[in-house]
């Protein structure tokens, strides 16, 4: 098992950056396969991001903007985020697999609390 803290949200200008971190508890870190999603108010929790032994994987609508990465050292997951837009501003969530680690939240057995983006215009 596995727990998640997530962490680097904010306010930021149109056109700033910021990056998240997800501190995981626990030796396996290495394990599982990460994930980035996030959820505006009143609509479903979506994927932005994705990281496994394959590579990386991203939304469209983040592709070249949002960069995931992790550190297996430090136990911790981070999303870059660069060129933000007011239409990223939601909760931010990582999740761990213990399988596949797609692109659905379904894929995913552990989640973090979440972080608030805002992005103003």
């Known amino acids: 098992q596995v727990q998640l803290v997530e962490s680097g949200g904010g306010l930021v200008q149109a056109g700033g950056s910021l990056r998240l971190s997800c501190a995981a508890s626990?030796?396996?870190?290495?394990?599982?396969?990460m994930g980035w999603f996030r959820q505006a108010p009143g609509q479903e929790r979506a994927f932005v991001a994705a990281?496994?032994?394959?590579?990386?994987y991203y939304a469209d609508s983040v592709k070249g903007r949002f960069t995931i990465s992790r550190d297996n050292t430090k136990n911790t997951l981070y999303l870059q985020m660069n060129s933000m837009k007011p239409e990223d501003t939601a909760v931010y969530y990582c999740a761990a697999a213990n399988g596949y680690g797609g692109s659905v939240a379904f894929d995913y057995d552990y989640w973090g609390q979440g972080t608030q983006v805002t992005v103003s215009s």
């Open positions: 990281i496994r032994w394959s590579g990386t």
């Open positions: 626990g030796r396996t870190f290495s394990s599982y396969r």
